[in-house]
Structure formats: C-alpha cells, structure tokens
C-alpha cells in the first residue's frame, strides 16, 4: 500500500515553454501533498505544500508564479514549471499524506526534467 | 536552526563487508528520525523510523540506533551487497508548521558504493 506515482519519469522541453508534471497517490487519498527539487548531489528541498481544494503554501525562495501547484483531487496533485529555463533542470520529487491523524509522507519515484 | 548533518559524504566498501552511517541533528522538538534509501534516479525509500523512546531499530541488514541525549543517529549495513548502492538520507521530522504538518528536514545523504 501507500503507492505514489508520478509522470513523466523524465522530460526534456526547450527554454521558454511550460512542463505539468503529476503526482498521484495509486491507493490511498492524499490530503496533502508535498512538491521537492533535489540538484545533483544535494539533498530534498521543499519547494512547497498542498491541501486538497486550497492554494499551495511556498517555502521561501520559491515562485509561486512559475512553479503553479494544482491539487485539484485527493489523488491528484499537478507542478507545472512556466518559461522554463536550464536553471530550472533538477529532479523533481513529491511526497503524499493520506492526513486523517497521520503524518507520514509517501515519495513519488520523482520526474527528471531537462531544460535545454 | 533546524539542522541535519551526515557523514561521510561519500563512502566506498567491498561487497560482503558492513558499514555505518552518521547522523547528528539539532532539530527541536524532535518528533521521529527516519532513514532512506534513494537509490540513483529515484525517489527515497523508507528503511527506518524511530521516536524519541527507542534506542534501535532493525530492518533485514540495515539497523538504526538513535540517541536522543547526543542527538546522534547511525545506520549500519551488514553484509553489503551490491544493491546496497545508493544515497542513504537522514531525515528528521521537525516542528510543525502552518497547516499542521511538521516540517521533515534532510540529511544531505551519504553516497555509498559497495564494489565487487
């Protein structure tokens, strides 16, 4: 149990265009969901935190308007990077949290995007 | 401030031969420490999680041992395979922010490489 998934596994866009990538608890319902950036050879960063059906809380540092976070559905969340550039090229993990007394955070496989 | 540390950053071991891993926090309050396997290219995995209370914890070949007095943590691999590869990550599940979820923070992870 506590699958989460995410799609694409890898994605390569040119700079100035927009890539959605989804994050979807497979068998339990997520009432949060948390969105990371890992660079090579760093550790997990938390760009930011969904509830289901509100506006996503950033960390700070983190653009609202270029990294836009939907979690439209208790197994949906969605990260959509706008005019992408090759800075923005990392990995991109989320995490989901069935909620209901339990904190525990279930990792997606992560999506590597490339922006070349 | 909240703070994760591990060491070594990089470890290189014979197959068949054991290891073990550091981790010292200074995370206040501290709620639970968890350890995770990532291998290359993925999202982390679960090993361990243990609470203030317990002194060690044991999963197949991996086993944790905390000491909350020192805030120092370690994960020992025994009888290393191949598989063993990967970046082990220290996490500890810290405050609790706005929303309600504490904030997870993360090692920078140990890169071990277990060779034939």
């Known amino acids: 149990g506590a699958v989460v998934s995410q799609h694409p596994s890898w994605v390569i866009c040119k700079s100035g265009t927009s890539v959605k990538i989804e994050c979807r608890s497979l068998d339990f319902q997520a009432t949060t969901m948390f969105w990371y950036r890992q660079f090579p050879k760093q550790s997990l960063m938390l760009m930011a935190t969904s509830n289901e059906g509100s506006k996503a809380t950033y960390e700070q540092g983190v653009e609202k308007d270029k990294f836009l976070i939907n979690h439209a559905s208790l197994t949906l969340s969605t990260l959509t990077v706008t005019s992408a550039h090759p800075e923005d090229s990392s990995f991109y993990i989320c995490?989901?949290?069935?909620?209901?007394?339990?904190?525990?955070?279930?990792f997606g496989p992560g999506t590597r995007l490339t922006v070349t | 401030k909240n703070q994760v540390e591990q060491s070594p950053q990089s470890l290189i071991i014979l197959e068949g031969k054991n290891c073990t891993l550091q981790c010292n926090y200074t995370v206040s309050p501290f709620s639970n420490l968890r350890w995770y396997k990532q291998d290359t290219g993925r999202g982390p995995v679960s090993l361990t999680i243990m609470t203030f209370s317990e002194n060690t914890k044991s999963n197949g070949r991996y086993t944790a041992t905390l000491d909350a007095d020192t805030k120092q943590s370690s994960l020992h691999i025994t009888a290393s395979q191949l598989s063993d590869s990967a970046s082990y990550i220290c996490?500890?599940?810290?405050?609790?922010?706005?929303?309600?979820?504490?904030?997870?923070?993360f090692g920078a992870g140990t890169r071990l490489a277990v060779h034939p």
């Open positions: 996490v500890v599940r810290g405050p609790m922010f706005s929303g309600g979820y504490n904030k997870l923070i």
């Open positions: 995490s989901a949290s069935p909620g209901q007394g339990s904190h525990e955070q279930y």
